[in-house]
Each structure stands twice: as structure tokens, then as C-alpha cells.
């Protein structure tokens, strides 16, 4: 019996999972999958990004779906459309075997009326912004009656970008829902508000720890160089990575700009990925890393949510963050599916004491390069 099939992984699920060389259960779903399985009902579990959620409760769902009924059963919330998007990607991976249920991405920025005519096919879970789930529940043109499982996935980012309010407003919509399964990195009030309002009094409640989530595939390594000299430093450890690619981190978006016309005119295809492109332009530039027309992706925190582009082989933090959570979720988008990686930061000045209180929290130590 394979470990999946031992959580209650249903035989054809199990082996599409082997087939997308998914074999070993992360933390997260060692902890979600038996219990959303078995029991089902409200369930929060705070986690790291990338620890494995969307299998932690995608598989649940599809086991809980009825495909013999077309109309949505399952709704899942997350703050991005990237992330939407990922997620209704992921969850279409796992049908290969399994049958015909389908999943519908629906987010801010794309047609609202394909989406709605969209809608109108068989599906039986949708993927959504909270924006645009209320733009198709203003307009009566999306039928949530039959749904009986709400995911909020990354619930804490869908609220730092402002969605309490819509987030407040579905919940309620959600009349006939049976269990909802919250997934979040922390646990701020507003989170914990709706912990206590709309879910039952006695969930249950499981927490991953930090040292848990630390993909142990990622080398840490440091660079201690002064603020003017990070560029070179950067262009001297790209000229060692032959043609992997790479996320690096600024904290600002007009470092973001800069530092990609840096590398660009030392000879790297470079883009900067930041909050004042157009969806337009953001789609084509992630249209280019995906196919490997770029090598280095120069992003901010905010701009890069969302993102999944799988092989990458390195990522640089021009400067550290000030949140635990932020490193983790950088540095996580290395090292995926079992191959290494590489998380590089630069520390300049009162960064080298963060990096010392990110070895102590994370349980981590970085080499010292360059």
C-alpha cells in the first residue's frame, strides 16, 4: 500500500500522483487528508506556502464531489489569479484517472462574460478571486446553491489585499456549505475573526511548524558585501548558473526596474515583474520566463504571488524581508519536486543580523560565498 493510499488517497488518484512523481505525503497532507477524508468538516490549518496544500485538499474534494451532478459542489478562494489558476491546473492533473469532474478558474482581469458562459458547462469546483466571485453573485450569474465545501486558501493574503469585506460577503452567500477548510501562513485577527464566526467552535485546528516547512533541498548561502556592490556580486554568482533560472527579490518596485536594466545591460535576459505592469504586460513576461526566453525574473513580494514556474534552480534576496513567513515563501519557489536549490542572500549592514535571526527561527544555517 503506497503512503497516499494509506491516508485514504483513493486507488486512481494514488496513481496519477505516482505518474506526477507525488509519492511521499508533505506535513500538511499527512494532517489534512485523513481528517478532511474521514470527517469533513471545518478545518484550519496554518502552513507555509509551498508545503503542499493544493493536494492537502484538492483530493479530499474530488473524492466528495458527486460527478453525476453538474452543477458547482466546491469552492475554493485564493487571492491571486495566478494562484487561481494554479490551483484549477493542478486539481485538472489529478483527474487523469479519476473521471470526469472539472474545475473552473474565475478571476479579476479575464472576460467576465466567457467566464460567465463558462459557468454555464458542467462543473463541480470553482476556483476564484473573491472580486470576481462577487461581480458573478451581483450579477446572479453563478449558481453556489449546491456548494458544500469552502476552501480559503492563503486566507491571510486574501485579506492584506483588502478582501475582508467580499470574503465576509460569500461566506454568508455560502447558506447550504457543510465545512469550510481555512489555509493560512499566520493567524492575524481578521483571520481569526472569521474562525470564530462562521466556522463551529470545536474545528479542528492544526499548525505546521516553521522547521517543518523548510524544504532541507535548499542550500542557503550568503554574500557579505556593501549596497554598491550587490549588483556585481549578483552578476558574478549568475555567471556560475550557466542557463538555470531565477527569481530574485527586491523590495521595491523601482528596484525592481532598475536592478533588471542592470542585468539586462550586463547581458542577461532579464524582466522585472512588479505592481505597475498591466495584467497585459505581466502575462507576457511570465509567458517568456515560463518558456525560458528569460533566465532572470527581478520581482517584488506582492508582484510574485501567485507564481509557479517549476526547475527553477536559484533564488537571490537583494534584501532580506523583515517577515519569517516572506523568506520561507521565497525561497520555497526553489527546490521543488525533489530536486535542490539554491536561496542566495545579500547582506549588507543591519541585514547580517536578520539572516542571524532567520538561522535561529528557521533552524537553517547560510554558507558564507563569494
Partial sequence: MSEFERLG?????????????????????????????????????????????????????LMKVNPEDGRPQAL?????????????????????????????PIFG????????????????????????????????????S?????????ADEML????????????????????????????PKGIQDIITNYMSHNCRQVRIDKENVVN??????????????????????LDGQDEAQGLVFCRTKAGAINLAKDLDGEG?????????LSQKDREKVMRSFKKKR???????DVAARGIDVQDLGFVIHHQLPEQTEQYIHRSGRTARAGKSGVSLALIAGRDRKRMRELEKELGISFDLIG
Fill in 109 to 144: 482581469g479575464g472576460p467576465i462574460d466567457e467566464q460567465k458562459t463558462a459557468l454555464k458547462r458542467k462543473t463541480h469546483i470553482i476556483v476564484a478571486t473573491p472580486g470576481r466571485l462577487m461581480d458573478l453573485i451581483e450579477a446572479d450569474a453563478i449558481d453556489l
Fill in 9 to 61: 488517497v483513493s486507488k486512481k488518484l494514488v496513481q496519477r500522483l505516482g505518474e506526477l512523481e507525488i509519492e511521499t505525503p508533505t506535513e500538511v497532507q499527512e494532517q489534512a487528508i485523513p481528517f478532511l477524508l474521514e470527517d469533513g468538516s471545518d478545518f484550519v490549518c496554518q502552513a507555509q506556502t509551498g508545503t503542499g496544500k493544493t493536494a492537502a485538499f484538492g483530493l479530499p474534494l
Fill in 76 to 104: 475554493i478562494l485564493a487571492p491571486t489569479r495566478e494562484l487561481v489558476q494554479q490551483i484549477a491546473k493542478q486539481i485538472f492533473r489529478f483527474t487523469k484517472h479519476f473521471g470526469r469532474v472539472f474545475a473552473e
Fill in 268 to 276: 542577461f535576459d532579464a524582466a522585472d515583474l512588479q505592481g505597475d
Fill in 160 to 187: 492584506s489585499m483588502g478582501w475582508k469585506e467580499a470574503l465576509n460577503s460569500i461566506i454568508i452567500h455560502l447558506r447550504n456549505r457543510d465545512a469550510m477548510w481555512l489555509f493560512s501562513a499566520t493567524i
Fill in 146 to 154: 449546491q456548494v458544500k465545501h469552502v476552501v480559503l486558501d492563503e
Fill in 216 to 237: 532541507r533541498a535548499i542550500s542557503h548561502q550568503c554574500i557579505l558585501c556593501d549596497i554598491e556592490d550587490k549588483v556585481h556580486k549578483i552578476v558574478e554568482f
Fill in 294 to 300: 528569460i533566465q532572470v525574473l527581478v520581482a517584488t
